[in-house]
């Protein structure tokens, strides 16, 4: 298993070459975007965030939002490092984290969660391959950090 130093510097390492993987199809919208992904999946939606580490450690006063996320998901499981369903988890808890931040917050003006919905589907059609590009960024950042812990098949798998 590597180190979280390791971890990082890997993903650091790889953003930019799977953002010119991406740049003969979408040119530098694809590249920005594949680059952004990975390296928002490897640093800060990292599959260590089940444990205290570097990538929970980055989120700064926010970082206690992902304990109950801790509490939920065990260390190296299923749910945090098993391939697509560790990544879509982190981002439908991040999307419940968006939907409760803007209901307490509806007194101080924030926006309604109808506006956050509306704003993700405007995104969504009219950047489609950028918002591919971006998830499949994170989702590559992901395999490479199954890959450095040594555990590319999910938990069931695992010898
Ligand atoms: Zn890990």
Redesign the pocket.
């Known amino acids: 298993?590597a180190s979280g130093s390791n971890h990082d510097r890997f993903t650091s390492w790889c953003a930019l070459p799977f953002g010119l993987l991406c740049w003969p199809l979408l040119g530098w919208g694809g590249l920005l975007a594949g680059s952004f992904g990975f390296l928002v999946g490897g640093l800060w939606l990292s599959?260590?965030l089940d444990t205290r580490s570097k990538p929970s450690r980055r989120w700064g006063p926010l970082a206690p939002l992902w304990a109950p996320y801790r509490k939920l998901v065990r260390h190296?499981g299923l749910l945090s490092?098993g391939p697509l369903l560790g990544s879509g988890l982190r981002l439908v808890y991040l999307g419940l984290l968006l939907l409760g931040f803007s209901l307490l917050l509806q007194p101080l003006g924030a926006p309604r969660p109808t506006a956050l919905w509306q704003w993700g589907t405007s995104l969504w059609q009219q950047q489609q391959p950028l918002v591919l590009t971006a998830l499949a960024g994170l989702e590559a950042s992901a395999w490479l950090?199954l890959l450095q812990?040594g555990d590319p098949l999910p938990p069931p798998l695992r010898r």
């Open positions: 298993m599959p260590d190296r490092h950090h812990d």
